[in-house]
């Protein structure tokens, strides 16, 4: 026994050696390509270059057309037009805007002045807006249009501004009022674009280590955070992009989500690093424009990505049944055959299925028995279907949460290439990423991009516990934010040593792959001390049809209970009209053969779920005649669930859940 754990330790320590050689390796990799280039607005200028005749943008939502060298014709006239208007290096110019054509030519602007863009979407409340722009201390506000102007006029002489600029809408369209009590100039993106044009631009000295951009925290609690992500942190993103995602010019990506998150913005940048054709669109019109635009290149969030899936057989269903069916069945088949071939090959993590990992042996006589099946499938059926549903990409990526494996399974069966990657504001924001060259290790976040140290610790005393132990994730590398700013307390909370401590929870498998199985903070304490995950809980639910979102709660309680939003199919079998549900003023929904049904899938699913201690099932829970979402202030922007402001809003319901579950 004494040997064998010998030379597992000694197995062990060869990998952890192998691994810091290789982050030798990809640190010098990194400080030469450094060496080349003194900011990311400089990479950015000389790469855009060798594009110039290649079409850039295309957002047909807003009429800009761009290629290569027109976008860099644009970016150097407004940021001339910036600093005529006063904006020097260090400042920070507020940029509030959802994903458009426009975006990128101001985000750049601002950077090449040596200005920090200080950024938020347009759909939240605007105290927030207003916490941003006195936190920040904006020399100026850049707004999307019109609407976003009328939202924030009656706060915009608190602020003072040098200048406010409107992307999109003629000034002439603004209330003549409106535009006379203000203290501020305001201007059209043409008026900037023509003052450039006129203005002699004196090109700051931007180093590596000047802050780029400052992102805010999607505030699960309190206030946001602003995160200062420098023109380096930047740097190693992009570098690390080029080689993992193999980008290539003429390839077409299509934009829906905030490019504000970081990782949308990020993604974007390598689109067009790499002389991608970047078209946008919208969620409304998302369906549409697969099928328009035929992309290469997409990136989205888990909840389109499920989304799109339950869309595909909606559409099957109503075209035709016996289509659906046949669909259904293959599938099936498809996950079982993808599944036990993965298993064989050791790439795929057994912690997130209800597949054993047996021997090799095994699952390859299995994966034979169902291959043909899958070939047929795969030819005469999955192919159509991804062309009629615009499918058929190089290259798909999930971030900005968990992809349940339930979505995973689906689209590699139908031989989508959907890869996985995790990473957080702070870490701007990728850390690690399933590489496109490289077999797609399901169950997994990825591998650490270029220079990235991660260390799995005791989440308690923070001591390294090695591969395959959960633990808390923490990270080191080039992509590390400068710091919060103005909140050095926090930045020395969550940065100690050079690591940065991500709140989640995960594990390493022995090739380096990063496993995550929930938050640290989101952790269920009970009134009998045992701890409780509930992310895999709520993921195994929410593989139901009936079930659309869920969230657990029993923070102090004797046990787990749950708050449910069933799904649309789940009100149609039980037969309640979503329009009546609307007109009502219950918080619940108290329908005896609805409350059956999500008792049912409950228990059918977490019965799915290996090794779920009893602690840790589902005793009682309500049914939400509501959803969770961002207008409600439920879910954050992007989408990821505001636990305390949920526990806050329910306080009553679940005080009574608990009440009824003593009787």
Same mark, same amino acid.
């Given at each position: 026994?004494?040997?064998?754990?010998?030379?597992?330790?000694?197995?062990?320590?060869?990998?952890?050696?192998?691994?810091?050689? +290789?982050?030798?390796?990809? &640190?010098?990799?990194?400080?030469?390509?450094?060496?080349?280039?003194?900011?990311?607005?400089?990479?950015?200028?000389?790469?855009?270059?060798?594009?110039?005749?290649?079409?850039?943008?295309?957002?047909?939502?807003?009429?800009?057309?761009?290629?290569?060298?027109?976008?860099?014709?644009?970016?150097?006239?407004?940021?001339?037009?910036?600093?005529?208007?006063?904006?020097?290096?260090?400042?920070?110019?507020?940029?509030?805007?959802?994903?458009?054509?426009?975006?990128?030519?101001?985000?750049?602007?601002?950077?090449?002045?040596?200005?920090?863009?200080?950024?938020?979407?347009?759909?939240?409340?605007?105290?927030?807006?207003?916490?941003?722009?006195?936190?920040?201390?904006?020399?100026?506000?850049?707004?999307?249009?019109?609407?976003?102007?009328?939202?924030?006029?009656?706060?915009?002489?608190?602020?003072?501004?040098?200048?406010?600029?409107?992307? @999109?809408?003629?000034?002439?369209?603004?209330?003549?009022?409106?535009?006379?009590?203000?203290?501020?100039?305001?201007?059209?993106?043409?008026?900037?674009?023509?003052?450039?044009?006129?203005?002699?631009?004196?090109?700051?000295?931007?180093?590596?280590?000047?802050?780029?951009?400052?992102?805010?925290?999607?505030?699960?609690?309190?206030?946001?955070?602003?995160?200062?992500?420098?023109?380096?942190?930047?740097?190693?993103?992009?570098?690390?992009?080029?080689?993992?995602?193999?980008?290539?010019?003429?390839?077409?990506?299509?934009?829906?989500?905030?490019?504000?998150?970081?990782?949308?913005?990020?993604?974007?940048?390598?689109?067009?690093?790499?002389?991608?054709?970047?078209?946008?669109?919208?969620?409304?019109?998302?369906?549409?424009?697969?099928?328009?635009?035929?992309?290469?290149?997409?990136?989205?969030?888990?909840?389109?990505?499920?989304?799109?899936?339950?869309?595909?057989?909606?559409?099957?269903?109503?075209?035709?049944?016996?289509?659906?069916?046949?669909?259904?069945?293959?599938?099936?088949?498809?996950?079982?055959?993808?599944?036990?071939?993965?298993?064989? &090959?050791?790439?795929?993590?057994?912690?997130?299925?209800?597949?054993?990992?047996?021997?090799?042996?095994?699952?390859?006589?299995?994966?034979?028995?169902?291959?043909?099946?899958?070939?047929?499938?795969?030819?005469?059926?999955?192919?159509?279907?991804?062309?009629?549903?615009?499918?058929?990409?190089?290259?798909?990526?999930?971030?900005?949460?968990?992809?349940?494996?339930?979505?995973?399974?689906?689209?590699?069966?139908?031989?989508?290439?959907?890869?996985?990657?995790?990473?957080?504001?702070?870490?701007?924001?990728? *850390? *690690?990423?399933?590489?496109?060259?490289?077999?797609?290790?399901?169950?997994?976040?990825?591998?650490?991009?270029?220079?990235?140290?991660?260390?799995?610790?005791?989440?308690?005393?923070?001591?390294?516990?090695?591969?395959?132990?959960?633990?808390?994730?923490?990270?080191?590398?080039?992509?590390?934010?400068?710091?919060?700013?103005?909140?050095?307390?926090?930045?020395?909370?969550?940065?100690?040593?050079?690591? @940065?401590?991500?709140?989640?929870?995960?594990?390493?498998?022995?090739?380096?792959?990063?496993?995550?199985?929930?938050?640290?903070?989101?952790?269920?304490?009970?009134?009998?001390? &045992?701890?409780?995950?509930?992310?895999?809980?709520?993921?195994?639910?929410?593989?139901?049809?009936?079930?659309?979102?869920?969230?657990?709660?029993?923070?102090?309680?004797?046990?787990?209970?749950?708050?449910?939003?069933?799904?649309?199919?789940?009100?149609?079998?039980?037969?309640?009209?979503?329009? +009546?549900?609307?007109?009502?003023?219950? *918080?619940?929904?108290?329908?005896?053969?609805?409350?059956?049904?999500?008792?049912?899938?409950?228990?059918?699913?977490?019965?799915?779920?290996?090794?779920?201690?009893?602690?840790?099932?589902?005793?009682?829970?309500?049914?939400?005649?509501?959803?969770?979402?961002? +207008?409600?202030?439920?879910?954050?922007?992007?989408?990821?669930?505001?636990?305390? *402001?949920?526990? &806050?809003?329910?306080?009553?319901?679940?005080?009574?859940? @608990?009440?009824?579950?003593?009787?």
């Amino acid at each position: 026994m004494e040997n064998n754990i010998e030379l597992e330790l000694e197995r062990l320590n060869r990998l952890n050696e192998k691994r810091a050689k +290789e982050i030798l390796v990809e &640190e010098k990799e990194l400080d030469d390509f450094y060496s080349n280039y003194e900011s990311f607005t400089n990479y950015f200028k000389i790469k855009i270059n060798e594009y110039k005749d290649l079409r850039a943008i295309v957002d047909n939502y807003t009429n800009v057309n761009l290629t290569y060298g027109e976008l860099e014709d644009n970016i150097n006239n407004f940021a001339s037009g910036l600093q005529s208007l006063g904006v020097k290096k260090g400042d920070f110019v507020a940029l509030f805007s959802e994903n458009n054509g426009r975006w990128v030519i101001i985000d750049q602007a601002i950077a090449r002045n040596g200005a920090i863009s200080t950024l938020r979407g347009i759909n939240v409340p605007i105290d927030e807006l207003e916490y941003i722009l006195e936190h920040s201390e904006s020399v100026g506000v850049i707004l999307q249009n019109k609407v976003t102007f009328e939202k924030l006029k009656s706060t915009l002489n608190k602020f003072n501004h040098k200048f406010i600029i409107l992307m @999109f809408d003629n000034i002439n369209n603004l209330n003549e009022k409106d535009v006379n009590e203000l203290q501020t100039p305001i201007y059209s993106f043409d008026d900037i674009i023509l003052k450039g044009k006129e203005y002699a631009f004196k090109e700051p000295k931007i180093l590596r280590d000047d802050s780029y951009s400052m992102s805010y925290t999607s505030g699960t609690t309190g206030n946001p955070k602003g995160v200062l992500i420098t023109h380096k942190n930047m740097l190693s993103q992009v570098y690390s992009l080029d080689t993992w995602l193999n980008v290539k010019p003429k390839e077409k990506s299509l934009e829906m989500l905030p490019v504000w998150h970081a990782y949308e913005r990020t993604l974007q940048y390598a689109w067009l690093l790499g002389g991608a054709d970047v078209h946008f669109t919208n969620l409304v019109n998302l369906k549409k424009d697969l099928v328009k635009y035929e992309p290469d290149l997409i990136c989205s969030v888990p909840r389109i990505w499920e989304t799109m899936r339950i869309g595909i057989y909606q559409k099957l269903k109503q075209t035709s049944r016996w289509r659906y069916y046949f669909f259904d069945i293959a599938v099936k088949l498809s996950i079982r055959y993808q599944i036990h071939r993965m298993y064989s &090959e050791r790439r795929i993590t057994n912690k997130k299925t209800k597949y054993k990992l047996r021997s090799k042996i095994y699952h390859k006589v299995v994966r034979s028995f169902y291959k043909p099946l899958h070939l047929i499938a795969r030819k005469y059926l999955y192919e159509k279907v991804r062309k009629d549903f615009g499918l058929n990409f190089r290259l798909s990526i999930s971030g900005g949460g968990a992809l349940a494996i339930k979505d995973q399974l689906f689209y590699d069966a139908i031989g989508v290439n959907l890869r996985e990657g995790y990473g957080l504001t702070e870490t701007s924001p990728i *850390v *690690v990423m399933r590489k496109a060259s490289e077999p797609n290790y399901l169950g997994s976040a990825g591998k650490p991009i270029k220079g990235t140290k991660i260390k799995i610790v005791d989440p308690d005393t923070f001591e390294y516990i090695g591969m395959y132990k959960k633990g808390l994730v923490l990270v080191k590398g080039p992509q590390v934010m400068k710091e919060y700013y103005k909140n050095k307390e926090a930045t020395d909370a969550v940065i100690k040593d050079g690591w @940065f401590n991500t709140g989640d929870l995960g594990f390493i498998t022995k090739d380096c792959n990063l496993v995550l199985i929930g938050r640290a903070k989101e952790t269920i304490v009970l009134s009998n001390g &045992e701890n409780v995950e509930p992310v895999p809980i709520e993921a195994a639910c929410l593989e139901s049809p009936y079930i659309d979102q869920i969230v657990l709660v029993g923070q102090d309680k004797s046990s787990i209970g749950a708050l449910v939003v069933p799904s649309d199919e789940a009100l149609e079998r039980c037969g309640i009209l979503i329009n +009546e549900l609307k007109t009502s003023n219950n *918080v619940t929904i108290q329908d005896v053969k609805l409350r059956d049904l999500i008792k049912q899938e409950i228990n059918t699913y977490i019965k799915k779920k290996s090794k779920l201690k009893p602690f840790e099932r589902i005793k009682q829970f309500e049914i939400l005649k509501i959803g969770f979402n961002v +207008e409600n202030g439920m879910l954050n922007q992007t989408s990821k669930l505001r636990r305390n *402001v949920i526990f &806050e809003k329910y306080s009553k319901l679940i005080s009574k859940m @608990f009440k009824k579950d003593k009787k």
